[in-house]
């Protein structure tokens, strides 16, 4: 069945990168997305891929998809302690005919030390 | 930057009561979806509605779960008698389109259900 699965913690230091990885089962998925979640708010949409792109750039984020391993990351370029949050990796499963039903990761929860 | 509105942010009931969980979608979106995330557990699919009904559902979905659209701004979730395995945070959410990654799910801030 459909699987989303990801790391579930990483720490890095405030002004290097971070690279989120996600792995996911579905090939027929046809978009990826990036979910945000600050603690007490609700999943804010970060960016998304078309599983036809190896990548997308959007200012201080890069989507790298290889759909031959089915592996997405998702690099933060410059993290800053704003930057601290869960992140959700999810599919979209459109081949159950439904609409856009998404499957989502466990989450990463990314901490960013001074 | 218009957003899903959910409430309330928290509700408190006992276990066997029936409770109404609110969302206001934005305004242009035609298509709904509720999910839920039990704690230290994963986001989980509930169910889509469009056009009045439901497009599909989940297992968990059953019989003691529904949705409505009551007027032109609000849709619901009903838990008709609430068991001690729905505590959980509840999340709506609103799309556009139902399958175009540049008119993607937005979601509200949640509503975290206890049951006692």
């Known amino acids: 069945g459909e699987d989303v699965e990801q790391s579930l913690f990483l720490s890095v230091r405030e002004g290097d990168s971070s690279v989120i990885n996600c792995t996911y089962t579905d090939s027929s998925s046809t978009y990826l997305y990036w979910y945000k979640q600050e603690p007490g708010a609700g999943l804010q949409l970060l960016t998304y891929?078309?599983?036809?792109?190896d990548m997308k750039q959007d200012q201080r984020l890069t989507v790298l998809l290889n759909k031959k391993d089915k592996h997405l990351s998702l690099r933060i370029a410059d993290t800053q302690t704003g930057d601290s949050a869960i992140y959700f990796c999810a599919e979209s499963a459109a081949k159950s005919g439904g609409y856009n039903k998404l499957i989502f990761g466990a989450g990463t929860r990314l901490a960013v030390h001074p | 930057e218009p957003e899903v509105t959910q409430t309330p942010s928290h509700q408190v009931t006992q276990m066997g009561q029936e409770v109404i969980l609110r969302c206001v979608p934005i305004s242009n979106h035609l298509y709904f979806y509720w999910y839920r995330q039990i704690l230290g557990q994963k986001v989980e699919f509930l169910v889509s509605f469009y056009n009045n009904e439901i497009s599909e559902k989940s297992e968990i979905f059953d019989d003691q779960f529904s949705v409505e659209r009551p007027d032109g701004s609000n849709f619901t979730l009903k838990i008709r008698s609430t068991k001690l395995e729905d505590s959980a945070m509840y999340f709506c959410?609103?799309?556009?389109?139902?399958?175009?990654?540049?008119?993607?799910?937005?979601f509200g801030d949640g509503t975290r259900l206890s049951i006692l």
């Open positions: 959410a609103s799309s556009e389109s139902p399958n175009r990654g540049d008119q993607p799910q937005h």
């Open positions: 891929i078309f599983s036809n792109m």
